[in-house]
Structures are given as C-alpha cells and as structure tokens.
C-alpha cells in the first residue's frame, strides 16, 4: 500500500522532471530526478540491473526532508529514472528516511534497510533526533515497510553508546545464509566507531560486537559504513566528520577513511589507513559485489562544506561520482574507472614522445566530455622539470588545473578559476609514490566534474566544477623540459 505522502512525492517529481532537459544534466554521472541528491543508498544487483536509490528531497535544490529517490543501470553510466522508493510516512521515520542498504532475500524480494529519524524535545528545551534502523521489502519499484519496524533500536545498543548518531546501515550476505550489517555510532564524546550486528534471516537483528574504533584518531561521528572482503583482505570504509589534517593523508571538514586488515580469530585488526579520495568533492562511498565478482564503489561527488554557496537556483543539484573497480596493491586501496565507461568513447586522438617547455595546446586535444590519458617522464634526465600542469574546462576567462611537482612528489587539484564566487575549498594536494618525474595521470572529465585518477588508481582526486559550458579548451604547461604521451577521447552517452 502506497502512502499519500510517497504517492504526492512521486507525482511531483514525475512533472517536475519535464523542466529538466537531458542537456542540463552530466554526461554519464547520475544526478537526481529532481531537486536534491546526497549520500547512495542501497547499491546492488537485483533481477539483472544495478539498482542505486540515494539521498533525496524531491521539492527543492537544498537538504529537507529525506526520502529515497531510485534509479537502475545495466552498465553503471546509462540510468534510468524509477518512482521515489521511501517518504518519511511512519511513526519511527517521520522526520526522514536516511541512508542505508538493499539485499535480495531468498524469496526473490529486495530489502531495504535504513535510518528512520524522529525528532524528540529534550529536557532542556532543545531539539534531537532518534536514529533507528528500519526495513521496507518489494519487488524493485514499490516497497512495503516492514510492521514490526523499527529492527534496531537504543535498546539493541552497547552500553556508552549514542542514541541519537546511530545510523547508516549497511547489509551484506554471509556463507552460511545469514546476515550481517555494520552501522555508524559514537560514543559519549562522539568519537566514532563501526557496530557489526547479525542476523538469521534479515528481520531480527542482534548486536555482535564493535567492529573498528577512531580512538580519536579521524574526526568524530563515523557515517556510512562499509565492510567487505578484497583480495584477500578485509576492508572497512566510513566517512568522518569533523576530521583534522595528518600531513598530506587527510584534509579537514568532512572526509573518506579506508582501513584495511584481516581478522584475527573474529577480530577486524588494522594494518593500514589511507584516504578513499584525495579531491575536494566525495564522500559517504557505498559499494556493491557485481555479478562477475568485482568490487565496485560509487560516491556523493559534493562536499557539505561547499553546498550552500554551489546549490544553484536550478531544478536539480548533486551527482553521484563515476563508480570504480576496487582492488588492494602494495597494502593499499586502488582505484580505477569501470571499464563500461571505454565503451563511450569516441574519436581518439593520440600524441607520443611530446617534448615541450612552457605551455602548448594541441590539435584535437579539447572538450568538457572526455576520457585523457597522460604518461609523463622527464625531457631532460639531467634537470628535472619544476612543475608540470594540463588545465581544462578553459577559456580566456576560466580554468581548472591538475599539476605536478616531481621534487615535492605532489599532485594538486586547483579549481579557483572555474567561475565560483564564493570563498570555498578550491585547491587539494595529494604526496603520490612516484620517482625521477615520472606520474601517470587519467583524467575523467564530464560537463559538472573532474575525476583524476593518479598512477593507475593509487590515489584518485575528485572535484565539481560549475564553469561555463563554453570553456572546454584543455592546455599543458611545463615549468622545465617535459616528454609526455596523450590520448584523448570524448565520451558519448547515447540515449538508451
């Protein structure tokens, strides 16, 4: 039975689309059907197509009331609009269904599990809200809300643990059938950590045990959880808040950690953490097992620090990122655009043993939809260049740059000349492994965004950009001498 609430939000966004024209919309990156996108929610594999639903207010450009909008994929870049999966219309979610998960269950069913919120008055006059797990099963369009919701609640907390940031579940199968599911919580001091609960058969749930603790180590509260198996390691990805810098590693504000271990005897054990993105807009990444066994990840491509000076007056803002193949290398996350996206492309243009000082632009190397691949290496052995920078999305007026410094071994994403007018983060640096000049670049762009994926996925810099369409010039500059190979593509979505 679908609710009025869920049944107005669905016409209003079925005749609110028609404003938007495919033009106003990326290339290849979801964007909402309407109004407002943030975190991904429930990506997964179900009766042959992707399914991803996300973080959604259907009547405005800004955050308000969440509901889950809903999208499905057969190759993760061409996706197809269905109707709003979740509205705020129980008791236990009145004020907002929030992030979570999907599984199929034995019965062929898809399941939801997310965050229901209700906001209470607290004894002192203010506000709060409880944070409470819920579950809604259907048929890949329309969902019931389980009656007995909500599964989780603070009673099913350990002790010192917050009842109001408790959120954000995420649901995986287990080899004997059953399920487990780690959610977001802090303590007392909001320091974050990741619970891990298991069930029998998805519907009743009970707590295990913490599964991985900040120790006030990367921000506070830890949002979105993740946890899966990766050659031959186990990974937890979470996105903090509030974190502070640590070198070059992390950057303040609200960010992405990876931790990578294994277990030990039923314990997750650390051996190593690292950002999941070294650029300016991504955050709360959730991943899905495809059916061919890779692991793949997408991300809210914003950052909550710039929404209010980007959310332009129009019918839509926020995309996801473009999903990425995960892999671990040398004890670390890896990260490479899904190989669907080489079925875009189109007009290739290819330069080799380029040798240049200052800046050149070369012929057919352009465009604002393109896939670019750069191998660079010293011109000079002897004298190692200074700097090295490609700039795109540019015209007399407007540039975004990604450079290079060979002795400082850093790779910067700079987009204070895109055209935004407010004091926002603008530039991100990332120390990449690297020695004698040598770098790999492939950078992705699309109409709205820059993904620049650094030494075959080791690091990965994401940013939005909002510059004029017509800047779409793309220019290299070496501060010393320079030999590089380029090849370009343009990315062509075509209308499935």
């Known amino acids: 039975m679908i609710s009025q609430v869920l049944r107005d939000a669905r016409k209003y966004e079925e005749t609110a689309q028609k404003a938007i024209t495919r033009e106003m919309r990326p290339g290849f990156h979801l964007s909402p059907r309407v109004g407002w996108m943030n975190d991904p929610n429930g990506f997964s594999f179900y009766n042959g197509k992707y399914h991803l639903f996300y973080q959604y207010n259907p009547y405005s450009s800004h955050w308000d009331t969440m509901h889950w909008g809903h999208a499905v994929s057969s190759d993760l870049l ?49 506000d709060c809200v409880l944070q409470r797990q ?125 931790l990578i271990g294994h277990d030990d005897g039923g314990k997750f054990v650390e051996e190593h953490n690292q950002s999941v993105d070294y650029g300016i807009d991504f955050y709360a990444p959730q991943t899905v097992l495809a059916p061919d066994g890779r692991r793949i990840m997408i991300g809210w491509m914003q950052n909550w620090d710039t929404c209010p000076a980007n959310a332009p007056n129009q019918p839509w803002f926020g995309q996801m990122s473009l999903p990425r193949e995960l892999s671990i290398k040398d004890g670390r996350l890896h990260q490479q655009p899904v190989r669907e996206i080489e079925s875009l492309r189109k007009n290739e243009v290819r330069y080799e043993n380029i040798k240049f000082t200052d800046v050149i632009k070369l012929d057919g190397i352009e465009g604002r939809k393109v896939d670019l691949e750069i191998l660079l290496r010293p011109g000079d052995m002897e004298n190692i260049y200074h700097k090295f920078a490609v700039r795109f999305a540019q015209n007399d007026k407007f540039q975004t740059s990604v450079s290079f410094r060979p002795h400082e071994r850093v790779v910067k994403i700079d987009r204070k000349f895109s055209g935004s007018r407010r004091v926002v983060i603008h530039q991100r640096r990332s120390l990449v492994r690297t020695e004698g000049g040598v770098l790999k670049l492939r950078i992705i762009l699309d109409l709205f965004s820059a993904e620049i994926f650094v030494n075959d996925g080791e690091h990965v810099l994401t940013a939005t950009m909002y510059t004029e369409r017509a800047a779409d010039e793309i220019s290299f500059f070496a501060d010393g001498a320079v030999t590089m190979d380029v090849v370009k593509y343009d990315l062509v979505a075509e209308e499935k």
């Open 78 to 126: 061409h996706w197809e609009y269905l109707p709003a999966a979740l509205a705020p219309d129980t008791a236990c979610d009145r004020d907002g269904c929030f992030s979570g998960s999907a599984i199929t269950l034995p019965d062929g069913r898809q399941m939801l599990i997310y965050t229901g919120v209700e906001k209470i008055n607290l004894s002192d006059g203010s």
């Open 134 to 258: 819920c579950l809604a099963v259907g048929d890949g369009v329309d969902y019931e809300k389980y009656g007995e919701n909500p599964v989780l609640d603070e009673s099913s907390l350990p002790q010192g643990s917050s009842k109001y940031d408790f959120r954000d579940p995420k649901i995986f199968a287990r080899a004997d059938g059953s399920y487990g599911c780690v959610v977001g919580n802090c303590d007392g001091d909001r320091d974050g950590r990741v619970l891990l609960f298991g069930s029998p058969d998805g519907f009743s749930w009970e707590f295990e045990r913490i599964l991985a603790e900040n120790k006030k180590r990367f921000g506070k509260m830890w949002e979105c959880p993740d946890f899966f198996e990766l050659n031959g390691k186990q990974v937890v990805i979470v996105s903090p808040q509030e974190m502070l810098p640590q070198g070059f590693e992390y950057h303040n504000g609200n960010g992405t950690l990876c």
